[in-house]
Protein backbone atom coordinates (compact mmCIF):
# COMPACT_ATOMS: atom_id res chain seq x y z
CA UNK A 1 0.00 0.00 0.00
CA UNK A 2 1.41 3.88 -0.68
CA UNK A 3 1.80 5.78 2.34
CA UNK A 4 -0.88 7.73 4.10
CA UNK A 5 -0.73 11.47 5.25
CA UNK A 6 -3.50 14.19 5.78
CA UNK A 7 -1.76 16.23 2.57
CA UNK A 8 -4.87 14.61 0.82
CA UNK A 9 -7.59 16.60 2.51
CA UNK A 10 -5.45 19.91 2.01
CA UNK A 11 -5.51 19.21 -2.04
CA UNK A 12 -9.14 18.75 -1.47
CA UNK A 13 -9.62 22.29 0.28
CA UNK A 14 -8.68 25.36 -2.17
CA UNK A 15 -5.16 24.95 -2.19
CA UNK A 16 -3.00 27.41 -4.74
CA UNK A 17 -2.50 23.80 -6.97
CA UNK A 18 -5.90 23.14 -7.21
CA UNK A 19 -6.88 26.79 -7.98
CA UNK A 20 -4.15 26.96 -10.24
CA UNK A 21 -5.44 24.34 -12.43
CA UNK A 22 -8.49 25.39 -12.71
CA UNK A 23 -7.56 28.68 -13.79
CA UNK A 24 -6.00 27.12 -16.17
CA UNK A 25 -8.92 24.89 -17.30
CA UNK A 26 -10.91 27.89 -17.48
CA UNK A 27 -8.50 29.78 -19.56
CA UNK A 28 -8.58 26.60 -22.51
CA UNK A 29 -12.46 27.13 -21.88
CA UNK A 30 -12.71 23.74 -21.36
CA UNK A 31 -16.44 22.10 -20.30
CA UNK A 32 -17.85 22.17 -16.73
CA UNK A 33 -17.68 18.67 -16.68
CA UNK A 34 -14.25 18.30 -18.15
CA UNK A 35 -13.09 20.53 -15.00
CA UNK A 36 -14.61 17.90 -12.46
CA UNK A 37 -13.25 15.32 -14.53
CA UNK A 38 -9.58 16.20 -14.42
CA UNK A 39 -10.03 17.75 -10.33
CA UNK A 40 -11.23 13.98 -9.62
CA UNK A 41 -8.10 12.58 -11.89
CA UNK A 42 -5.09 14.83 -9.67
CA UNK A 43 -7.72 14.51 -6.51
CA UNK A 44 -7.30 10.52 -6.90
CA UNK A 45 -3.97 10.38 -7.31
CA UNK A 46 -2.92 12.66 -4.27
CA UNK A 47 -5.35 10.29 -2.23
CA UNK A 48 -4.10 7.53 -3.08
CA UNK A 49 -0.39 8.41 -1.87
CA UNK A 50 -1.64 10.69 1.05
CA UNK A 51 0.41 13.73 -0.37
CA UNK A 52 0.35 16.57 -2.77
CA UNK A 53 0.54 16.04 -6.13
CA UNK A 54 3.26 18.41 -7.06
CA UNK A 55 5.62 16.07 -4.56
CA UNK A 56 4.47 12.51 -6.52
CA UNK A 57 7.13 11.06 -9.12
CA UNK A 58 6.27 9.58 -12.26
CA UNK A 59 7.52 5.99 -11.38
CA UNK A 60 4.95 6.75 -8.63
CA UNK A 61 2.23 8.24 -11.20
CA UNK A 62 2.83 5.26 -13.66
CA UNK A 63 2.38 2.90 -10.95
CA UNK A 64 -0.95 4.82 -9.50
CA UNK A 65 -2.06 4.61 -13.68
CA UNK A 66 -1.33 0.86 -13.76
CA UNK A 67 -2.99 -0.07 -10.34
CA UNK A 68 -5.94 1.87 -11.99
CA UNK A 69 -5.55 -0.53 -14.71
CA UNK A 70 -4.75 -3.64 -13.44
CA UNK A 71 -5.77 -4.11 -9.80
CA UNK A 72 -9.26 -1.63 -10.57
CA UNK A 73 -10.04 -2.33 -13.97
CA UNK A 74 -11.53 0.96 -14.75
CA UNK A 75 -12.37 1.26 -18.38
CA UNK A 76 -10.42 2.64 -21.34
CA UNK A 77 -12.00 5.18 -21.71
CA UNK A 78 -12.01 6.02 -17.71
CA UNK A 79 -8.26 5.35 -17.77
CA UNK A 80 -7.83 7.96 -20.44
CA UNK A 81 -9.94 10.58 -19.05
CA UNK A 82 -7.65 10.21 -15.46
CA UNK A 83 -4.56 10.42 -17.93
CA UNK A 84 -5.28 13.64 -19.58
CA UNK A 85 -6.15 14.95 -16.65
CA UNK A 86 -3.00 14.21 -14.92
CA UNK A 87 -1.12 15.29 -18.10
CA UNK A 88 -3.02 18.38 -18.11
CA UNK A 89 -2.36 19.43 -14.86
CA UNK A 90 1.43 18.70 -14.84
CA UNK A 91 1.76 20.34 -17.94
CA UNK A 92 0.00 23.49 -17.18
CA UNK A 93 0.30 24.19 -13.33
CA UNK A 94 3.91 22.53 -12.60
CA UNK A 95 5.36 22.93 -16.04
CA UNK A 96 6.49 19.29 -15.98
CA UNK A 97 5.92 16.99 -18.72
CA UNK A 98 5.02 13.17 -18.23
CA UNK A 99 6.20 12.24 -21.70
CA UNK A 100 8.41 9.19 -20.06
CA UNK A 101 5.33 8.21 -18.26
CA UNK A 102 3.33 8.17 -21.26
CA UNK A 103 6.11 6.06 -23.34
CA UNK A 104 6.01 3.71 -21.11
CA UNK A 105 2.41 3.50 -20.71
CA UNK A 106 0.52 3.54 -23.71
CA UNK A 107 -3.10 4.86 -23.78
CA UNK A 108 -5.67 1.74 -23.82
CA UNK A 109 -7.45 1.48 -26.96
CA UNK A 110 -11.28 2.45 -26.40
CA UNK A 111 -13.40 -0.56 -27.87
CA UNK A 112 -14.97 0.87 -31.94
CA UNK A 113 -18.36 1.38 -30.80
CA UNK A 114 -21.00 2.57 -33.70
CA UNK A 115 -23.99 4.49 -33.32
CA UNK A 116 -27.27 2.54 -32.32
CA UNK A 117 -30.17 4.36 -34.20
CA UNK A 118 -33.96 4.01 -34.34
CA UNK A 119 -35.62 4.37 -37.94
CA UNK A 120 -38.24 6.80 -38.92
CA UNK A 121 -40.33 4.88 -38.04
CA UNK A 122 -39.65 4.56 -34.21
CA UNK A 123 -39.17 8.45 -34.22
CA UNK A 124 -43.12 8.93 -35.29
CA UNK A 125 -43.87 6.20 -32.80
CA UNK A 126 -41.22 7.86 -30.12
CA UNK A 127 -43.11 11.36 -30.90
CA UNK A 128 -46.73 10.20 -31.26
CA UNK A 129 -47.61 7.33 -28.72
CA UNK A 130 -44.62 7.90 -26.24
CA UNK A 131 -44.99 11.56 -25.50
CA UNK A 132 -48.76 12.44 -24.42
CA UNK A 133 -47.54 15.95 -23.12
CA UNK A 134 -46.79 18.74 -25.56
CA UNK A 135 -43.51 20.05 -23.52
CA UNK A 136 -41.68 16.32 -23.55
CA UNK A 137 -42.76 16.04 -27.20
CA UNK A 138 -40.95 19.17 -27.94
CA UNK A 139 -38.06 18.77 -25.96
CA UNK A 140 -37.65 15.48 -27.60
CA UNK A 141 -38.45 16.84 -31.10
CA UNK A 142 -36.02 19.19 -30.78
CA UNK A 143 -32.94 17.49 -29.87
CA UNK A 144 -34.06 15.03 -33.12
CA UNK A 145 -34.48 17.69 -35.24
CA UNK A 146 -31.66 19.58 -34.80
CA UNK A 147 -29.57 16.62 -34.15
CA UNK A 148 -28.49 18.10 -30.41
CA UNK A 149 -26.32 16.95 -27.51
CA UNK A 150 -28.20 16.43 -24.00
CA UNK A 151 -26.50 19.84 -22.43
CA UNK A 152 -26.78 21.81 -25.57
CA UNK A 153 -30.90 20.87 -25.78
CA UNK A 154 -31.19 21.74 -22.21
CA UNK A 155 -29.33 24.87 -22.21
CA UNK A 156 -30.97 26.61 -24.91
CA UNK A 157 -32.43 30.24 -24.53
CA UNK A 158 -35.74 31.89 -26.45
CA UNK A 159 -33.23 33.78 -28.36
CA UNK A 160 -31.43 31.01 -29.61
CA UNK A 161 -34.05 30.29 -32.20
CA UNK A 162 -33.47 32.30 -34.74
CA UNK A 163 -37.44 31.79 -36.87
CA UNK A 164 -36.55 33.91 -39.48
CA UNK A 165 -33.31 32.02 -40.65
CA UNK A 166 -34.91 28.68 -39.85
CA UNK A 167 -32.08 27.96 -38.10
CA UNK A 168 -30.75 26.90 -34.52
CA UNK A 169 -28.08 28.49 -32.61
CA UNK A 170 -26.07 26.50 -30.39
CA UNK A 171 -23.89 28.24 -27.57
CA UNK A 172 -20.87 26.75 -26.52
CA UNK A 173 -21.20 23.61 -27.71
CA UNK A 174 -19.04 20.35 -27.09
CA UNK A 175 -15.51 21.78 -27.12
CA UNK A 176 -16.61 25.32 -26.27
CA UNK A 177 -17.61 26.14 -29.78
CA UNK A 178 -20.97 28.16 -31.42
CA UNK A 179 -22.32 26.88 -33.76
CA UNK A 180 -25.78 26.40 -36.01
CA UNK A 181 -28.14 23.76 -37.25
CA UNK A 182 -31.70 23.69 -38.89
CA UNK A 183 -34.58 24.46 -37.93
CA UNK A 184 -37.89 22.57 -39.27
CA UNK A 185 -40.90 24.10 -39.95
CA UNK A 186 -42.81 21.66 -38.14
CA UNK A 187 -40.46 22.22 -35.01
CA UNK A 188 -41.43 25.06 -35.25
CA UNK A 189 -44.99 25.46 -35.22
CA UNK A 190 -44.79 23.02 -32.65
CA UNK A 191 -42.27 25.41 -30.55
CA UNK A 192 -45.37 28.27 -31.21
CA UNK A 193 -48.05 26.19 -29.66
CA UNK A 194 -45.61 25.02 -26.81
CA UNK A 195 -44.40 28.78 -26.21
CA UNK A 196 -48.06 30.39 -26.34
CA UNK A 197 -48.86 27.54 -23.27
CA UNK A 198 -46.36 27.63 -21.33
CA UNK A 199 -44.51 31.15 -21.81
CA UNK A 200 -40.88 30.04 -20.67
CA UNK A 201 -39.01 33.54 -20.17
CA UNK A 202 -35.32 32.69 -21.10
CA UNK A 203 -34.53 29.16 -20.75
CA UNK A 204 -36.68 27.55 -23.57
CA UNK A 205 -36.98 24.57 -21.93
CA UNK A 206 -36.62 26.05 -18.13
CA UNK A 207 -36.39 23.45 -15.12
CA UNK A 208 -39.36 21.85 -13.57
CA UNK A 209 -38.19 21.99 -9.83
CA UNK A 210 -36.81 25.72 -10.58
CA UNK A 211 -38.02 27.78 -13.81
CA UNK A 212 -34.94 30.22 -13.52
CA UNK A 213 -32.50 27.36 -14.28
CA UNK A 214 -32.20 25.53 -17.59
CA UNK A 215 -33.60 21.75 -17.06
CA UNK A 216 -31.20 19.67 -15.77
CA UNK A 217 -29.73 16.65 -17.74
CA UNK A 218 -30.98 13.58 -15.43
CA UNK A 219 -34.53 15.09 -15.95
CA UNK A 220 -34.29 15.01 -19.79
CA UNK A 221 -33.16 12.08 -19.42
CA UNK A 222 -36.53 10.69 -17.47
CA UNK A 223 -38.28 12.26 -20.27
CA UNK A 224 -36.76 10.25 -23.28
CA UNK A 225 -36.63 6.92 -20.71
CA UNK A 226 -40.66 7.14 -19.88
CA UNK A 227 -41.34 8.25 -23.79
CA UNK A 228 -40.17 4.65 -24.54
CA UNK A 229 -41.79 2.39 -21.91
CA UNK A 230 -44.84 4.48 -23.16
CA UNK A 231 -44.45 3.14 -26.87
CA UNK A 232 -42.48 -0.23 -26.21
CA UNK A 233 -39.25 1.02 -28.04
CA UNK A 234 -35.75 -0.48 -26.46
CA UNK A 235 -33.38 2.07 -24.82
CA UNK A 236 -30.23 2.06 -27.74
CA UNK A 237 -28.05 4.12 -25.68
CA UNK A 238 -30.29 6.89 -23.93
CA UNK A 239 -31.13 10.78 -25.56
CA UNK A 240 -28.13 10.85 -27.58
CA UNK A 241 -29.59 7.61 -29.85
CA UNK A 242 -31.76 10.44 -30.89
CA UNK A 243 -28.78 12.74 -32.41
CA UNK A 244 -27.00 9.41 -33.87
CA UNK A 245 -30.87 9.21 -35.70
CA UNK A 246 -30.81 12.67 -36.69
CA UNK A 247 -27.34 12.14 -38.29
CA UNK A 248 -28.01 8.54 -39.99
CA UNK A 249 -31.34 10.00 -40.85
CA UNK A 250 -29.58 12.82 -43.05
CA UNK A 251 -26.88 11.16 -44.36
CA UNK A 252 -29.44 8.18 -45.89
CA UNK A 253 -31.42 11.31 -47.60
CA UNK A 254 -28.26 12.22 -49.61
CA UNK A 255 -26.96 15.06 -47.46
CA UNK A 256 -22.97 15.87 -47.90
CA UNK A 257 -21.60 13.97 -44.91
CA UNK A 258 -19.29 17.47 -44.60
CA UNK A 259 -22.82 19.15 -44.28
CA UNK A 260 -23.93 17.19 -41.58
CA UNK A 261 -20.53 17.62 -39.39
CA UNK A 262 -21.23 21.68 -39.34
CA UNK A 263 -24.61 20.83 -38.03
CA UNK A 264 -23.37 18.06 -35.61
CA UNK A 265 -20.39 20.60 -34.37
CA UNK A 266 -17.89 17.59 -34.88
CA UNK A 267 -14.13 18.91 -34.74
CA UNK A 268 -13.02 16.25 -37.26
CA UNK A 269 -14.80 14.45 -40.21
CA UNK A 270 -13.62 10.88 -38.77
CA UNK A 271 -16.25 11.35 -36.02
CA UNK A 272 -18.47 12.04 -38.53
CA UNK A 273 -17.53 9.23 -40.77
CA UNK A 274 -18.61 6.40 -38.26
CA UNK A 275 -22.13 7.26 -39.89
CA UNK A 276 -21.24 5.97 -42.97
CA UNK A 277 -20.86 2.41 -41.61
CA UNK A 278 -24.40 2.30 -39.72
CA UNK A 279 -25.82 3.45 -43.37
CA UNK A 280 -23.82 0.50 -44.77
CA UNK A 281 -25.29 -1.51 -42.38
CA UNK A 282 -28.65 -0.83 -43.42
CA UNK A 283 -28.48 -0.85 -47.05
CA UNK A 284 -26.72 -4.51 -46.75
CA UNK A 285 -29.98 -5.15 -45.07
CA UNK A 286 -31.85 -4.43 -48.26
CA UNK A 287 -32.78 -7.38 -51.08
CA UNK A 288 -32.43 -6.52 -54.51
CA UNK A 289 -35.76 -6.53 -56.38
CA UNK A 290 -34.34 -9.79 -58.36
CA UNK A 291 -34.50 -11.88 -55.43
CA UNK A 292 -38.53 -11.04 -55.13
CA UNK A 293 -38.75 -12.18 -59.14
CA UNK A 294 -37.07 -15.24 -58.16
CA UNK A 295 -38.90 -16.03 -54.98
CA UNK A 296 -41.79 -15.52 -57.14
CA UNK A 297 -40.46 -17.68 -60.14
CA UNK A 298 -39.69 -20.55 -57.92
CA UNK A 299 -43.58 -20.27 -56.53
Same mark, same amino acid.
Given at each position: ?????????????????R?????????????P???????AA??G??R????S?????D?E???Y???LHR?R????????V??? +?? !??F *?A?????? #?A $??E?S?????????YA????L??I?T????GC??????V?????????L?????????L??I??D???????Q?K +?? !??? *???L??W? #?? $?L??Y??IYR????LF?????P?K???????????????????????GG?????HS????????G?????????? +?? !?????????????????A?VR???????????G
Amino acid at each position: MPPRSGSFGKWCAMTPLREQLITALTLKRYSPKTHEAYLAAVAGLARYYGRSPDAIGDPEIKAYLLHLHRERQLSASTLNVALS +GL !RFF *YAHVLERS #LA $EVEKSLPRPKKPKRYARIYSLQEIRTLLKEGCPQLQDRVFLMTVYGAGLRLNEACHLQLLDIESDRMMIRVNQGK +GA !RDR *YTVLSPWL #LE $ELRRYWKIYRPRRWLFPGRRDPQKPLVDGCAQKIFYAALRRCGLPNRGGLHALRHSFATHLLEAGVEITVIKLLL +GH !RSLKTTANYLHVSRERLAQVRSPLDFLHGTAAG
